[in-house]
Each structure stands twice: as C-alpha cells, then as structure tokens.
Nanobody
C-alpha cells in the first residue's frame, strides 16, 4: 500500500519559515518526479513546485526565491523549505508522486499517481 505522509505544517506569522516533509512508504520515490501542491479555501489546487529524479527543482512564480524543494532518496522523502511566508501562502499543502518525469507539465495534477493527505499551513499578517 502506497502512502505519502506530510508533516511540518503549522501556524506562523508573515515573514516566518516552515519546513514541510513528505515521507513515502510502499513506494520508492527514486527515479520519479515528486511535487508539492496547495489548495486554499475556495481556490483551485495549484502546483507549488516539484523536484525531478535528478534533483532539479521547478517552482511556481509566486514562490520562486522563497521556497526550496529537495529530496533524499535514501530516506524516501522530499522536503519543502518555505521562507518569508506570506498570508497568501495559507493553504493545505499536499505531496504528490508521479511515475513520470517532471518536465514542463510538473504542475499538472493529473500526472501524479499518488497523493498525501495534506498538512495545513496558516500564515498570519
């Protein structure tokens, strides 16, 4: 049974930082594109970023320069370091695993086969 479990969410003030973790079980992330998505109330889910099998990161324009994605294949985990958080970053954050490459479609939800349950991030002004 494949499971992706996110952790590290919480409540912070604007300008603060959080580090999200996603640990996979029943599934090897090695060789696969891993993504982070978020969904705020009343809004569509959007891709925050992804990391390719080779470690190359992709970012949504709104988080580039503030967020950093990394992976540790030995630990079967991916991470999302979020700095200089803004109230508009408030959302449920999801980890996702794709059997394919990241590429230009890294932010397309449909390309991801497995999803975690999410971890809430709340940023107050």
């Amino acid at each position: 049974q494949v499971q992706l479990v996110e952790s590290g969410g919480g409540s912070v003030q604007a300008g603060g930082s959080l580090r999200l973790s996603c640990t996979a079980s029943g599934y090897s992330i090695s060789g696969n594109c891993m993504g982070w998505f978020r969904q705020a109330p009343g809004k569509e889910r959007e891709g925050v970023g992804a990391v390719s099998a080779g470690g190359s990161p992709f970012y949504h324009d709104s988080v580039a320069g503030r967020f950093a994605i990394s992976r540790d294949n030995a630990k079967n985990a991916v991470y999302l370091q979020m700095n200089n958080l803004k109230p508009e970053d408030t959302a449920m954050y999801y980890c996702a695993a794709s059997a394919g490459l990241c590429g230009r479609t890294w932010s397309t939800s449909a390309k991801y086969n497995y999803w975690g349950q999410g971890t809430q991030v709340t940023v107050s002004s």
